[in-house]
């Protein structure tokens, strides 16, 4: 607009309006800013508020996935004299021995070794103890820090103790990161897997991506033949059975799994049903088991399917499959050719949102789940309120923040382009 | 349903019935179930029932942990649902009046508590609020309920404001009405209802939580959700259907609520268009 203005002809006429346009348009571009700022003041509270409450917080807590100050902060000349280990094939020099003497002898007396020593514990089996128990032992001077330090624990003339102490000193690591798929760093700093019996995580994540794929899917199961006919039926009667989605979505997760327990108890009604109906001669266990926790997450996620389906097929016109019917197609090709595709932008929405939902899961899994059924976010909040290790606590919410993140974005794609479809 | 010719049809429809109608006895059964149970004298928790009792309502309504719970959850509801409807509200009509710059980035922020997990929300607060003394406080708590409850606000109020006839508030300023008449008199009245339903969101949103509260609230602000985990948790005793039985009567008013709410908003919309 501005360049439109300046382009015009240096006639004298012209040159007046220009001018009066040029007033016009900075008032209005000024009118055109006090509303933006007004609009702004009034989305201010509610960022800043979330600043506060969301992205801080959730910020600090991705920071300690990569924070690693401990060894730093507790063994800290042995941190500095880490320069000179050149060779890290060999063991470190002997400065680098006398140095972590010096620091477990400090840090010994300052009460600060436990610290450093649950560092090393979480890179090492028994690092706790190989930290605490030699710095018992060391005498106050030696001749060589190193055969002292060796005598008192020969694990301090292995490579692996010092390439993790190394690894450890901060004050950014990606230890928790690479921990959090199951990676580790060997001696030589290269990217390896984790040893079969240590490595859990992959598990944990598969299990949990298992576990959200099958509540999808049986959602999907579910809620497809629901949302159908709550949207080809009469407005009347479809609102009235809308009401029985609605009610378990409003009824409170707790006291929904509090009824599955009671519902699938060994001598629960379900349990009860079944032997009466002759399914089973003696009781089947269903809860604290991944039975339990199907049943009980499909049940809680199942409005979330049935709702985005619902409103897609709502706005399907009868007419395309009337259209097909009247040029020979069977129902059945209708449906499936016609009927079926136009349904997917709810399809692709209810199953995504399920989805991620479901990868969240905590509360369920917890309490009809058994030892074997626990998801990421378990193991998150084991790991911040029970052994207080944030750093793992942090890796795994990463992973799980990133995958929730990228489908979100995914469902965000599908479902703008489903709107713009419809 | 259309009108069904032949019987593979007719068949189709029946299967679809009989299906569905299974699908309705999952979603509802269990909720039914757990009713009954709260007035069986006996102290397991199976059926057949054995005798009508109100002694385990008489105990929920009576012992200190579950009045305790219940006025927690009353207070932490209550003064988050304030809080988000506010700012929630506020910033609804500062995302439909203009298009500023970063406005996807704030949509992003605005909407964000509804798409990360809840238990990584519950860490973060947990760890970046503890230094702070803020964790095992009410403030804490009401201030992460707020956050995870505004954007069900944002989103509700927003719709309610994009169904707004601007002409309507055109109309009352050639009339003579200055913008604060123009918004009590005018826009409130209309978008009432839709802060109405995001407050209920809001209210329901903090009484369904309890991730956060299981790692933020120490044990002066446990709050019903966290009372009954503890309860399933442990050893689940008749009182906890006691509890769940009050809390699905909670959810039928605010389902009726609701519904009441969207009639109105509907009345109001026709109205002001015929």
């Known amino acids: 607009m501005g360049s439109e203005v300046t382009a015009t002809p240096q006639t004298t006429a012209s040159r007046g309006d220009t001018v009066a346009s040029r007033a016009l348009l900075r008032q209005l571009r000024r009118a055109e800013r006090r509303r933006q700022w007004g609009a702004f003041a009034l989305v201010a509270p509610l960022v800043l508020f979330l600043i506060v409450a969301m992205v801080l917080p959730i910020g600090d807590m991705l920071r300690r996935a990569v924070d690693d100050p401990e060894i730093a902060d507790v063994l800290p000349q042995v941190t500095r004299a880490f320069d000179d280990w050149t060779d890290h094939g060999q063991l470190p020099p002997d400065s ?22 649950r560092r090393l514990n979480y890179a090492v089996d028994g690092g706790r103890s190989l930290l605490v128990n030699s710095a018992r032992r060391l005498p106050e001077t030696a001749p060589n820090w190193r055969d002292t330090l060796i005598a008192a624990d020969p694990r301090w003339g292995e490579l692996d103790v010092w390439a993790a102490l190394y690894q450890a000193r901060g004050p950014l690591t990606d230890f928790f990161l690479l921990a959090a798929i199951d990676m580790q760093r060997d001696a030589q700093g290269d990217l390896t897997a984790t040893p079969a019996d240590r490595a859990i995580y992959r598990d944990v994540l598969a299990r949990t991506f298992e576990i959200a794929g099958a509540v999808t899917l049986l959602c999907l199961l579910l809620g497809f033949p629901v949302a159908y006919l709550l949207a080809n039926l009469p407005p009347r009667r479809s609102n009235l059975l809308m009401i029985l989605v609605l009610l378990p979505f409003w009824t ?11 519902l699938l108890q060994e001598n629960g009604l379900v349990n009860q049903v079944m032997m009466m109906l002759g399914v089973t001669e003696a009781p089947v266990r269903l809860v604290y088991n991944r039975i339990g926790v199907y049943i009980a997450m499909t049940h809680v996620l199942l409005p979330f399917m049935i709702l985005p389906i619902y409103s897609v097929m709502r706005g399907i016109s009868p007419v395309y499959r009337k259209a097909a019917l009247s040029l020979g197609a069977t129902p059945t090709t209708a449906f499936l ?35 074997g059924d626990q998801m990421v976010s378990y193991f998150i909040a084991f790991y911040t309120t029970d052994t207080v290790n944030w750093g793992m606590a942090a ?6 923040l990133s995958a929730t993140l990228l489908l979100y974005w995914v469902y965000n794609r599908l479902v703008g382009g489903g709107v713009r479809l419809g | 349903m259309t009108t069904t010719r032949t019987w593979p049809e007719r068949l189709w429809t029946w299967v679809l019935y009989l299906s569905c109608g299974l699908v309705f006895v999952f979603l509802l059964g269990p909720i039914l179930a757990i009713v009954p149970l709260s007035v069986n004298d006996s102290n397991f928790l199976t059926y057949p029932l054995t005798g009508f009792s109100t002694r385990w309502y008489g105990e929920f309504f009576t012992s200190e942990k579950w009045t305790r719970a219940l ?31 970063g406005r996807g980035l704030i949509m992003a922020l605005v909407m964000s508590p509804m798409i990360v997990p809840v238990v990584i929300v519950g860490v973060g607060f947990y760890l970046f609020f503890a230094p702070l003394g803020l964790t095992q406080s009410y403030l804490g708590l009401i201030m992460a309920h707020t956050a995870l409850a505004a954007p069900f606000v944002v989103v509700t109020v927003s719709a309610t404001l994009a169904g707004l006839d601007p002409s309507l508030a055109r109309a009352a300023a050639s009339l003579g009405a200055g913008p604060l008449t123009t918004f009590f008199r005018v826009t409130l009245p209309v978008i009432a209802p839709g802060m109405a339903s995001g407050a209920l969101f809001a209210f329901a949103a903090s009484l369904d939580e309890v991730v956060v509260v299981l790692m933020v609230a120490g044990p002066e602000q446990r709050t019903l959700p966290r009372e009954m985990f503890s309860g399933i948790r442990e050893n ?24 009441l709410l969207r009639r109105r908003a509907e009345r109001m919309r026709t109205g002001a268009e015929g």
């Open chain 1, 252 to 262: 409170s997760l707790l006291v929904r799994t509090a009824a599955w327990v009671v």
């Open chain 1, 395 to 400: 890796a795994l919410g990463a992973v799980l």
């Open chain 2, 236 to 259: 689940i005793s008749p009182t906890i259907t006691a509890a769940a039985t009050v809390m699905i009567v909670a959810a039928v008013a605010l389902l009726i609520a609701l519904e």
């Open chain 1, 337 to 371: 050719r016609v009927y079926l595709p136009q349904t997917l932008p709810g399809l692709a929405a209810g199953v995504l949102l399920v989805f991620i939902m479901a990868l969240g899961y905590y509360i369920t899994p917890a309490l009809i789940g058994g030892a």
């Open chain 1, 96 to 117: 680098v021995f006398a140095a972590l003497a010096a620091d477990m002898a400090s840090a010994r007396a300052a009460g600060t070794l436990p610290i450093a020593a």
């Open chain 2, 71 to 101: 006025m927690n959850t009353a207070i932490i509801g209550i003064a988050s649902t304030i809080l988000a409807t506010t700012l929630g509200t506020l910033a609804s009509f500062g995302l439909a009046k203009a298009r500023f710059p």
